[in-house]
């Protein structure tokens, strides 16, 4: 599900003397089936860009279109619109309020009054999706660690089989391993579901890893966009609009800028070591089998 923004503002307290201008002149296209990602300063625009393309607040001026649905429009009907977005809260397990984990994935099914005699095995399907079974069905969802947490909160969301998923800081309060699992999960929504995915997070590390395009706020205004490549390896743009850098970059920028070795693109630390440990081999004639 594509998303557009068409010259976009949006104002708090719009036509007030206190009117605080959030978003200026955004024009923009998040494209299907890929994963995005929209980092920037506090205070840059970026929980408002969220809002916007969910349909919380309509814009002050401007058109934002997702799918077929145009949001800008009077009387929009958001009902369908609702199914088919979804939108996973920063700590979403804290407005958890069913007994079990059953009953808090398929909550939305009654929400949306989807009568479904086969409730429960689609409910044991997310479940699965997310890499958890159907142990967890009977379980209380307050009893569980946070990535388990986080887990079920997007279970509850993908079972209305949302064509757009919009997340707000998805890895905030996880642990590493946890962290991980989240990722792998993303990934495979896009590429085996084919869900369009919208990531808001300070969590440059994570995006690196598996997002295809970013976007940088700065002061309610797009100052970058491009793909992953393109947009972090600008170190020093980044660095000048204190947007932060993910830690392999940094230290792949140091690297080329002493050395003079570019080891081109390596998603995370990990990565970065066994190619350092790779060189530093071939350097001393160790062959590896």
Do not use: W
Request: glycine share 6%; with cysteine.
């Amino acid at each position: 599900m594509e998303v557009i923004f068409r010259n976009v503002s949006f104002s708090y307290n719009h036509g007030l003397k206190n009117e605080k201008q959030a978003l200026k002149d955004i024009n923009l296209c998040f494209d299907s089936n890929l994963i995005h990602g929209i980092i920037g300063p506090i205070g840059s625009g970026k929980s408002t860009m969220l809002e916007l393309m969910n349909g919380i607040t309509k814009p002050t001026s401007g058109d934002i279109v997702v799918g077929k649905y145009e949001l800008h429009k009077k009387n929009f009907n958001f009902n369908k619109f609702r199914y088919d977005v979804g939108l996973v809260y920063q700590f979403p397990e804290k407005q958890f309020f069913c007994n079990t984990v059953g009953e808090e994935i398929a909550f939305s099914q009654k929400v949306f009054n989807k009568k479904n005699k086969y409730l429960k095995s689609k409910v044991i399907k997310m479940l699965k999706m997310v890499g958890l079974d159907e142990t967890y069905i009977n379980r209380s969802p307050f009893s569980l660690n946070g990535g388990e947490k986080r887990r079920v909160a997007i279970a509850s969301v993908l079972i209305s089989n949302p064509k757009l998923l919009i997340m707000d800081e998805p890895t905030i309060g996880l642990d590493n391993n946890s962290k991980k699992k989240l990722m792998k999960l993303l990934c495979t929504l896009k590429t085996k579901y084919l869900k369009t995915i919208i990531i808001v997070t300070h969590d440059v590390d994570m995006l690196y890893e598996i997002v295809d395009n970013v976007v940088v706020l700065s002061k309610g205004k797009v100052i970058k966009e491009g793909s992953k490549i393109e947009v972090f390896g600008d170190v020093d743009y980044l660095n000048k609009n204190n947007t932060p850098i993910p830690n392999v970059v940094k230290v792949e920028k140091m690297i080329y800028d002493q050395l003079g070795i570019d080891l081109g693109y390596l998603p995370n630390m990990n990565s970065l070591v066994r190619s350092i440990v790779k060189l530093k081999d071939e350097k001393e004639g160790v062959h590896h089998e």
